[in-house]
Each structure stands twice: as C-alpha cells, then as structure tokens.
C-alpha cells in the first residue's frame, strides 16, 4: 500500500517542475538568467583583458623582470626598455593636474549644492556634464593652438623670473611639457569632481544642515565645517576618479607633453607618459620585444586604474552608507 507521505514525496518532484516551468512562463527566471549572465560577462571580460596583457607581455616580464620598472633606458634598436620615464611622465602629469582641479572642482561642487539658487545650480551641471562629454582630441588641439603658444609666450616665462629658482620652475621654455599636459588634464577632468563631489555632497542628511543652521552657523559655515567634513570620504572618491581618468588619458596628452623619454625635475621640460607611448609606437614596434614591453606598459596601466577606481567606488559607497545611517 502506498502511503500518503509516499505520494506526497513522489509529487515533490513534479512540483518544483512546474514551479521552474511557471517560472519561466512568467518571464521572472529567464530575466533573472539572462541579467546574471550579463553581470558575469563583464567580469569575465575583466579578466580575460588582465590575461591577456599578462600572456603578450611575457617575453619582457622574463627578460627584463622588476629591472623594466627602474631603468630609464627606452632603445628600440638595441632591445633595451625601461618604464620609469613613462611612469614618472605619467604620475607628474596627473598630480599637476589633480593640484589644479581638486581646488577648483571642490569650490564649484560646494556652490553647486549648498550656496548656488536651483534654477542656476541645474543649469551650470548641465554645462559641466556637456564639458565631461568633449573628446579628448578637441583639449588636445585647443592645447596645442591656444595653450602651448601661451604657456611658452606669457606663462612659462613669468613663472621663471618668479620662482625660477625653484628647480619645478626652471629651464627654457618649450610651451610643450609636464606643466602644459597637467593644465589640459586639470581641464578634462574638472567635470568628474565636480559632478561627483556634488552629487556627493547632495546625500549628506540635511539634518546635519539645519542642525548647524540652528546653532548660528552661516550658509558657508554650514558647508564647509559640517558637510564637507561629513562627505570627505566621497570627495576623495571623486579625486580617484579624476585620477584614473588622468592616469589613462591618451590623445590630449600626447599631444602636449612632448613625448621624450626623459625625467627632469622641472615642469615646463618635456616627458612622455604610458598611455602617450603606447598610442604613438604600438604600430611601429615591430619586435616581439618591442611589442610586449608596450603590452607590459598597458597592464601596468589597466592594473593602476583598476584599482583606482575600485578604490573611488569603495569610498563613495562608504559615504552614502553613513548618510543612509544617520537619516535612519
């Protein structure tokens, strides 16, 4: 005799059968399939763009090993490379132009979201939103017919008479340089902190706002002792941002910076950076050598973005997180 729970275990089965097939009757589990396997994809090509800068890079990691980081030799015909030109070009461009942008980007993000009428706050982030649109290659032709001519003509040539005697400030004038790349990297990624930074500033709980307000605090007061302390964690986020940005930008510094393999202490000397020298002898490097040092220059510069902007993406979420806890 067949008993009950036995009919009912032999059904169990069937029914979760049909509760799959109900399922995707609705549309519910195909969406949930389909979505995942989106979210997988981009993981996936996450890592198959590591491996394979990682498999083409092989013959230079071998040869060369931690030496490729340290040396400044750059010679095509004797198969001899070294990284520390591109890396120095490329994290003296990005600090010249974050110590420009962060000042100006902060200012503007803190008028947009606490000082400035709605009607006007609006209407300047859609401007800001259009300027992060512009291709890099307009900043790179307007440096080169606006920015290089003035910066050899007016403004390397009065920043030497006064600070020349600081080594940054030393040196002919080019117009061409470290400090002309850094001004046009300042420039482009503007938008991002101030986007960022504002939208930032935006989830602070406006508790913490009316609680200054109601201690006599000023508006100013109000933003800078109050909310900025209380949204830092998410303007550093936004200043990652800006330096991933700068890290891997690529036409509009080629553009200006130069591009000679050479470190020197001075900003208005010429330099090359990572992203400059792979996009200007990727089609002439016609060694296998010669090929994966440039791919080993890519991965180095995949890997430092990536983490960047891993890190920018940490602490923004950290700051909504906290707004979050004190609105509840």
């Not at 750059?74 to 490379?81: G, M, S």
């Not at 340089?177 to 938008?191: C, E, K, Q, R, Y």
């Not at 330096?243 to 690529?250: F, I, K, S, W, Y």
């Not at 010429?270 to 440039?294: K, Q, R």
Request: hydrophobic share 55%.
């Amino acid at each position: 005799m067949v008993t009950p729970s036995t009919n009912a275990r032999r059904a169990g089965p069937a029914t979760g059968s049909r509760s799959f097939l109900s399922r995707l009757r609705d549309g519910d589990e195909v969406a949930r399939l389909l979505t995942l396997l989106f979210a997988a994809a981009v993981v996936l090509i996450t890592v198959a763009i590591v491996y394979q800068l990682w498999a083409d890079s092989a013959l230079s990691r071998h040869k060369f090993g931690w030496k490729f980081f340290f040396s400044s030799v750059w010679d095509p015909v004797f198969d001899q490379f070294g990284a520390l030109p591109f890396i120095y070009g490329t994290l003296v461009t990005s600090a010249v132009g974050l110590c420009l942008a962060v000042p100006l980007g902060l200012g503007a993000a803190i008028f947009l979201s606490e000082l400035a009428p709605p009607k006007v706050s609006d209407t300047l982030t859609f401007f800001i939103d259009l300027l992060a649109a512009v291709p890099s290659v307009i900043y790179g032709l307007l440096g080169v017919f606006l920015l290089v001519p003035l910066m050899r003509e007016n403004i390397q040539p009065f920043l030497k008479a006064a600070l020349g005697f600081l080594p940054l400030f030393s040196g002919p004038a080019y117009g061409l340089g470290f400090l002309t790349a850094g001004i046009v990297l300042a420039v482009m990624i503007l938008p991002f902190i101030i986007s960022v930074s504002r939208e930032v500033l935006l989830s602070v709980p406006r508790e913490q706002r009316e609680a200054a307000l109601a201690l006599g605090s000023t508006r100013w007061e109000s933003a800078w002792k109050v909310v900025v302390p209380f949204a830092r964690t998410g303007i550093f986020g936004s200043i990652f941002l800006a330096l991933a940005r700068a890290l891997g930008e690529t036409m509009a510094v080629t553009m200006v910076i130069g591009n000679t393999p050479k470190i020197a202490a001075s900003l208005f000397a010429p330099g090359y950076s990572i992203a400059a020298v792979i996009a200007n002898e990727f089609t002439e490097a016609t060694g296998d050598l010669y090929l994966h040092a440039l791919i080993e220059l890519g991965l180095v510069l995949f890997l430092l973005t990536f983490i960047l902007n891993g890190l920018a993406r940490l602490l923004i979420l950290l700051t909504e997180r906290r707004g979050a806890e004190v609105r509840a």
